[in-house]
């Protein structure tokens, strides 16, 4: 990802003063500063600083952005119609100390592509779960009968490699009977402006409706466990990992029932189990990757940054997604009246 640093304005000098959440070291730590020559001499900030929050500012100044005496630098201001006068002027004191401000969540776009896995749960619910795709450095650009036919393969894609024998059997004889697949949907996505920290704004923007590639109904993948499948609401959990430490440098999977034979001794997972369905999902980026050079993304969008993913882990005990059982009928037993 790249960002524009900014010339401070008025409005920037409070915080430059109080120094909070203000460095002065350049380049940033983990980025890569590259010069610019159109329209104007100007810089970009390649990368992401590997210290400080997202919220954070790295600060220079005009004389070493634009190199240049006074005269030359007032020259320059002069073109961008900016006058070295007022607040700022009384602040840096000559142009060459005006600040120019690099806030990694500023400045920056980024565009992916998302998918979405669907299908039905007992025919009663419905699950459901993402996959972000694209080209870190290069974003992707695609139109909506792309996105159709990127649909169509990462469908196609997933009913093979559900059925590939794997340590412990295949993906599809995993899931519960209860558990069809029905859809793939693809989309693309941008955002410029970064979400707050409370997961708050931004500007995420879906560039087009969802393209859905739907099974024939008929050759929907449909679980072939043996015995009884686990509530609906029970969920094996994929966390996807990247490169990039903490929160913004992981994703998670949920996927749908399995059947009660993939549990083990103290109501967790078999490991065995864990590792073929982490293994499916693993084969399925791959093949994808392969056919369209697209790599899994974890999307941060409070960093603006897209983080392909590196590894799959697999957690052996069971999650919840709870909005999977909101339409089943409770079916309420009278086991116990006062006498």
């Given at each position: 990802m790249s960002a524009v640093p900014w010339l401070a304005g008025p409005e920037d000098l409070p915080r430059l003063i109080s120094g909070v959440g203000v460095h002065y070291e350049w380049p940033p730590p983990g980025t890569t500063v590259v010069k610019t020559g159109f329209p104007e001499p100007w810089v970009l900030v390649l990368g992401?600083?590997?210290?400080?929050?997202?919220?954070?500012?790295?600060?220079?100044?005009?004389?070493?952005?634009?190199?240049?005496?006074?005269?030359?630098?007032?020259?320059?201001?002069?073109?961008r119609g900016v006058a070295f006068v007022g607040p700022v002027a009384t602040f840096a004191g000559v142009a060459g100390h005006w600040p120019v401000i690099y806030q990694p969540t500023k400045g920056r776009a980024m565009r992916w592509i998302a998918s979405t896995v669907r299908g039905t749960l007992g025919g009663t619910e419905q699950f459901q779960?993402?996959?972000?795709?694209?080209?870190?450095?290069?974003?992707?650009?695609?139109?909506?009968a792309q996105a159709l036919t990127l649909a169509t393969s990462l469908r196609d894609k997933l009913a093979v490699e559900l059925l590939v024998a794997r340590t412990g059997g295949t993906a599809q004889s995993m899931f519960s009977s209860d558990v069809k697949f029905t859809e793939v949907g693809?989309?693309?996505?941008?955002?410029?402006?970064?979400?707050?920290?409370?997961g708050s704004g931004g500007n995420l923007n879906q560039d087009f409706d969802t393209q859905w590639a739907a099974y024939a109904v008929g050759s929907q993948p449909t679980?072939?466990?043996?015995?009884?499948g686990l509530p609906f609401e029970v969920a094996l959990a994929l966390t996807l990992n990247t490169d990039k430490r903490g929160a913004s440098g992981r994703g998670r999977i949920y996927l749908p029932s399995l059947g009660t034979t993939a549990m083990a001794a103290g109501g967790r997972f078999n490991p065995i189990i864990c590792?073929?369905?982490?293994?499916?999902?693993?084969?399925?980026?791959?093949?994808?990757?392969?056919?369209?050079?697209?790599?899994?993304l974890v999307v941060s969008r409070r960093r603006i940054v897209l983080n392909e993913v590196k590894s799959i882990t697999v957690g052996a005990v069971p999650d919840s997604q709870r909005r999977r059982r909101r339409s089943q009928v409770e079916a309420n037993t009278v086991a116990w009246t006062a006498p």
């Open positions: 992401e600083p590997t210290s400080g929050s997202p919220d954070d500012w790295w600060v220079t100044t005009l004389g070493n952005v634009v190199l240049g005496d006074e005269a030359q630098l007032l020259e320059f201001l002069a073109g779960f993402g996959v972000n795709w694209g080209l870190p450095g290069a974003d992707p650009d695609i139109t909506e693809v989309t693309q996505k941008t955002q410029t402006d970064a979400t707050a920290a409370d679980g072939t466990a043996g015995g009884f590792n073929l369905m982490g293994a499916f999902i693993g084969a399925w980026f791959h093949s994808v990757t392969l056919a369209h050079t697209y790599k899994p």
